[in-house]
């Protein structure tokens, strides 16, 4: 599965299949549907079975406000296809929706590994970044904290 | 100065602290009855989070706060953690280690408290413009920054939403 490879890549929470799952199906089945799911829009590249690229967009909220936005829950680009322009297929697909939506996007580039790469090619694709995320511990022992709770 | 957890009693005052940061900084519209909601909750349930306040003076006055909140970890995981909702100081006290010491309050908490005997890990998302371009520089000074993020709206959008 494209979501446990990411995971595999730049995770810093041990992966819950049963969260994933319920991620995706919010957004193939519209009868999971409740009143109070979040709205999930799933972008792919790729022939059915051979997904090769992936983007998860979620409509949510700010502590402090009851309006609404979109945000990426992922943004993936399987290693053997990352020399093609998926990654910038999927931003401009995140654009759209938006578009679609009329709501604002907050897209984040969330990991250690190539993250200023990555940073780039969405300044390219949506201005300077508006802010900076950090974490304590640092990211080496949340991985490690990962690997001892799956030992 | 003394740095403590609020208590009920100080609902007010943070309340009054993050209209004003909220008019420095916010980007989405401020809702002030779910403000208080929080604010409240953060005060009386150690389960959802805590809020620190920095007092000066005497009689004292909360001059500083942060938020913290116990949430889940990200989409894809039953973890929690401790993520900062607000980080601020009133504008005249800038010029002190207000800032830094609401960072090391955050730190503290994140290597003390568990959730069901899990760690905490703290995440921060700090909004960078003119105004907070300092505030960014201390957090890179005192955390490891993990990612940045990026908002997009259609061109015809105002700048505030």
């Given at each position: 599965?494209?979501?446990?490879?990411?995971?595999?890549?730049?995770?810093?929470?041990?992966?819950?299949?049963?969260?994933?799952?319920?991620?995706?199906?919010?957004?193939?089945?519209?009868?999971?549907?409740?009143?109070?799911?979040?709205?999930?829009?799933?972008?792919?590249?790729?022939?059915?079975?051979?997904?090769?690229?992936?983007?998860?967009?979620?409509?949510?909220?700010?502590?402090?406000?009851?309006?609404?936005?979109?945000?990426?829950?992922?943004?993936?680009?399987?290693?053997?296809?990352?020399?093609?322009?998926?990654?910038?297929?999927?931003?401009?697909?995140?654009?759209?929706?938006?578009?679609?939506?009329?709501?604002?996007?907050?897209m984040g580039v969330l990991s250690d590994v190539r993250t200023e790469a990555k940073a780039r090619l969405y300044s390219r694709e949506f201005g300077k970044p508006v802010g900076a995320v950090f974490v304590w511990p640092t990211v080496q022992t949340l991985k490690q904290q990962i690997k001892a709770k799956a030992a | 100065?003394?740095?403590?957890?609020?208590?009920?009693?100080?609902?007010?005052?943070?309340?009054?602290?993050?209209?004003?940061?909220?008019d420095e900084v916010g980007v989405f519209s401020f809702n002030k009855e779910l403000v208080r909601l929080i604010v409240e909750r953060l005060t009386v349930?150690?389960?959802?989070?805590?809020?620190?306040?920095?007092?000066?003076?005497?009689?004292?006055?909360?001059?500083?706060?942060?938020?913290?909140?116990?949430?889940?970890g990200a989409w894809y995981t039953n973890d929690r953690t401790l993520y900062e909702l607000w980080s601020f100081v009133q504008p005249e006290h800038r010029r002190s280690s207000y800032a830094k010491d609401l960072i090391d309050f955050s730190k503290k908490c994140s290597d003390m408290v568990k959730h069901n005997g899990s760690d905490l890990p703290f995440f921060s998302a700090v909004v960078e413009n003119d105004l907070t371009s300092a505030k960014c520089r201390l957090y890179k000074r005192q955390l490891p920054q993990v990612g940045a993020f990026f908002l997009y709206k259609s061109p015809e959008e105002s700048p505030r939403v």
């Open positions: 599965m494209l979501t446990e490879e990411m995971w595999g890549e730049s995770a810093l929470f041990p992966y819950s299949e049963g969260r994933v799952r319920k991620m995706i199906t919010l957004a193939t089945e519209p009868q999971a549907h409740v009143p109070t799911s979040p709205i999930v829009v799933i972008g792919v590249i790729g022939e059915p079975g051979q997904v090769e690229a992936s983007t998860g967009l979620i409509a949510s909220q700010f502590w402090y406000t009851e309006a609404w936005h979109i945000e990426d829950v992922w943004h993936f680009v399987c290693p053997k296809h990352r020399k093609t322009k998926h990654s910038k297929h999927l931003l401009n697909f995140s654009k759209e929706v938006q578009k679609s939506l009329a709501l604002p996007l907050v | 100065m003394t740095i403590r957890l609020a208590q009920a009693t100080d609902v007010d005052a943070v309340f009054s602290l993050l209209e004003t940061m909220h349930d150690l389960t959802a989070g805590v809020i620190g306040v920095i007092e000066v003076g005497e009689p004292s006055v909360i001059v500083a706060t942060v938020g913290l909140s116990i949430m889940q």
